[in-house]
Nanobody, 124 residues
Framework: VQLQASGGGSVQAGGSLRLSCAAS????????MGWFRQAPGKEREFVSA????????YYADSVKGRFTISRDNARNSVYLQMNSLKPEDTAVYHC??????????????????WGQGTLVTVSS
């Protein structure tokens, strides 16, 4: 499956952005979908993930209450609504697709397919 992320940009602290990730070439509803981010000089880290049917979502503690993940299986897309952005949210955000099990949904190694990333810059 191919993934194309979009929606990144530059915002001031407290602002909002909505990331989108469009999937093609596979059966989208068969995949758990996740968002990861990588800040300069840091390792890629888990941000959020959503189950195949969209009924359950998972978040890193650092974004809980501020970010919301959703998906539209009819549109083969997953979204990340980011509110109350902080400078520490600055990173390249990647969407990813996993055929793994639920217990590994937050594990980077569970994801087989990755998008190219979209840059989010939050200024103070």
């Amino acid at each position: 499956v191919q993934l194309q992320a979009s929606g990144g940009g530059s915002v001031q602290a407290g602002g909002s952005l909505r990331l989108s990730c469009a999937a093609s070439g596979g059966t989208f509803r068969n995949y758990y979908m996740g968002w990861f981010r990588q800040a300069p000089g840091k390792e890629r880290e888990f941000v959020s993930a959503i189950t195949r049917d969209g009924r359950a979502a998972y978040y890193a503690d650092s974004v809980k209450g501020r970010f919301t993940i959703s998906r539209d299986n009819a549109r083969n897309s997953v979204y990340l609504q980011m509110n109350s952005l902080k400078p520490e949210d600055t990173a390249v955000y990647h969407c990813a697709a996993s055929t793994g099990v639920l217990s590994t949904i937050q594990s980077l190694n569970s994801y087989r397919f990755w998008g190219q990333g979209t840059l989010v810059t939050v200024s103070s």
